[in-house]
């Protein structure tokens, strides 16, 4: 079956206390990127790669690193969370160009920093 | 960094009814994508839009580029229960066609 799988769902760490979020997609996509998703701001996007190697920031990529190392996985990186990276967080891929191609979204990592 | 502004923010309908919302935004977009997120999942592509004026449908979905380029419209015909969820507009950002911009999102609440 045709996936974006993002690990843990859920996530609840320390101020400071460096963690990663990992994606992994089974399509052979060449686009992947990384959202957070908060009350009245909708989607907004952190980090995208356009393929191995090639990472760009969003809008949000404060506080935030990605590393594209293989085509099917593109690990988010917090190296010291605050509480203001509280959030939903969404990976997702696509088999085209940015925002002109779909995108395939995994189900999300509810992130909580205290 | 750009945001494309949907309306209404979050509508309470009775099943059965009709629903409109729209998505704007202050410069041109050349392509425009609806996505639906089901509670507690991620967003899912209902439609994909690429041309000026086009209307284009996905069983009671349906939804229309705007001729000014600046606003794209989702409409829902006939709601069910299973339409509740959050809507997003998206589109390529401006000035970085690999940049995602997604909208604020409207939250549709089905009463059965």
């Known amino acids: 079956e045709a996936q974006v799988t993002q690990n843990p769902r859920y996530l609840i760490t320390v101020t400071g206390k460096k963690l990663t979020v990992t994606c992994s997609q089974n399509?052979?996509?060449?686009?992947m990127s990384w959202y957070r998703q908060d009350p009245g701001l909708g989607l907004r996007q952190i980090y995208y790669?356009?393929?191995?190697?090639?990472?760009d920031k969003g809008d949000v990529p404060e506080g935030y690193k990605v590393s594209r190392k293989e085509k099917r996985n593109f690990p988010l990186i917090l190296e010291s969370p605050s509480p203001n990276q509280t959030s939903l967080y969404f990976c997702?891929?696509?088999?085209?160009?940015?925002?002109?191609?779909?995108?395939?979204f995994g189900n999300g990592t509810r992130l909580t920093v205290t | 960094g750009q945001q494309l502004n949907q309306s209404p923010q979050s509508m309470f309908i009775q099943e059965g009814e009709d629903v409109s919302m729209n998505c704007t935004s202050s410069?041109?977009?050349?392509?425009w994508l609806w996505y639906k997120q089901d509670p507690g999942e991620g967003p899912v592509l209902l439609i994909a839009?690429?041309?000026?004026?086009e209307l284009t449908s996905n069983g009671r979905l349906t939804a229309q580029f705007g001729i000014t380029r600046k606003d794209s419209f989702l409409n829902i015909s006939a709601s069910i229960p299973s339409d509740v969820g959050i809507y997003f507009c998206?589109?390529?950002?401006?000035?970085?066609?690999?940049?995602?911009?997604f909208g604020t999102g409207t939250k549709l609440q089905v009463i059965p």
């Open positions: 998206a589109g390529p950002a401006t000035g970085g066609y690999q940049k995602v911009t």
């Open positions: 410069s041109i977009f050349n392509t």
């Open positions: 839009l690429y041309k000026a004026g």
């Open positions: 790669s356009m393929n191995v190697e090639v990472t």
């Open positions: 399509m052979n996509h060449e686009y």
């Open positions: 997702a891929s696509s088999d085209g160009t940015g925002g002109f191609a779909p995108l395939h």
